[in-house]
């Protein structure tokens, strides 16, 4: 629902050493240089110590939700995205290609933070036979993202 806040949560629990392990969720974000050309970088959503021995990130302002799936083999040419948004993928690894050629995957539990409104855009295909099923959250331009890039 429009003004509703997106939480993300990640449980810590080391089962196999029997104590808590801080672990990351995996973000890449892409951008628009000055260029004109599709940029990324990769990090992690920040993810604080939290209750009940969790690690949990501050809220997120979203302003709607959807889910998307696309079938095994497919592919989407150079494209921007519609607007600045998280896309959290469920299912599926893509590769992501920028007009410069630098790639990266995406992995199921991924985030992708795509803010490469204009320009040159990206392209995608799957690599693997399975769908892609993806969550589209978006967010405004000047949200806060608890993305921390990689050192």
């Not at 302002?61 to 469920?90: C, M, N």
């Not at 320009?119 to 995608?124: A, E, M, R």
């Amino acid at each position: 629902m429009p003004g509703e806040a997106l939480l993300f949560r990640h449980p810590v629990a080391d089962v196999n050493q029997g104590k808590q392990e801080q672990t990351m969720i995996r973000c890449v974000r892409i951008w628009t240089g000055d260029d004109g050309n599709s940029l990324f970088e990769e990090g992690v959503i920040d993810l604080p110590n939290g209750e009940r021995g969790d690690i949990l990130s501050r809220t997120v302002p979203a302003s709607s939700i959807s889910f998307r799936e696309t079938r095994s083999g497919g592919a989407f040419a150079p494209h921007d995205a519609p607007t600045r948004q998280l896309v959290i993928t469920l299912g599926g690894t893509l590769r992501f290609e920028t007009a410069s050629a630098a790639s990266f995957i995406i992995r199921p539990g991924d985030i992708l933070l795509a803010e490469d409104t204009t320009g040159t855009g990206h392209s995608w295909k799957l690599m693997d036979d399975q769908p892609w099923r993806r969550c589209y959250v978006i967010v405004g331009p000047d949200t806060a993202i608890p993305f921390v890039k990689s050192s």
